[in-house]
């Protein structure tokens, strides 16, 4: 059974999609977003953008171990750690958020 953060994730990802038949978009857009949020990343970037790279996933698995196992991972991975914080029942904390920066921008200054 699905949990109620998982209906309420669901909803709030289908409520804030567009249609493609309304943008004109290809797919492209989506795309190129990723590979603009690849070399920055923040408690701001897309969820997928973030797991698309190894070292920034590692932040995330090591910080929040348990989110990319989430039964609704893919109901949400386009909101940020930030959109996601409201709905994760203490889960995503400001302390937490603050640590991933951290390591997040010890990341972007490698590249």
Do not use: C, W
Not at 39 to 51: D, G, K, Q, T
Not at 53 to 79: G, W, Y
Not at 90 to 111: H, L, M, V, Y
Request: hydrophobic share 40%.
């Amino acid at each position: 059974m699905y949990s109620r953060l998982s209906l309420i994730l669901g909803a709030l990802v289908f409520a804030s999609m567009p249609s493609m038949a309304d943008t004109g978009d290809t797919g492209d857009t989506d795309k190129s977003a990723l590979e603009a949020t690849q070399e920055h990343f923040s408690a701001n970037s897309p969820i997928a953008a973030i797991v698309s790279d190894p070292q920034a996933k590692e932040v995330l698995d090591r910080i929040f171990p348990t989110l990319t196992d989430h039964a609704a991972f893919d109901q949400f991975k386009a909101l940020s750690l930030r959109q996601l914080q409201p709905y994760s029942d203490g889960g995503i904390t400001d302390a937490r958020i603050a640590e991933a920066e951290e390591a997040f921008k010890a990341i972007n200054s490698d590249g």
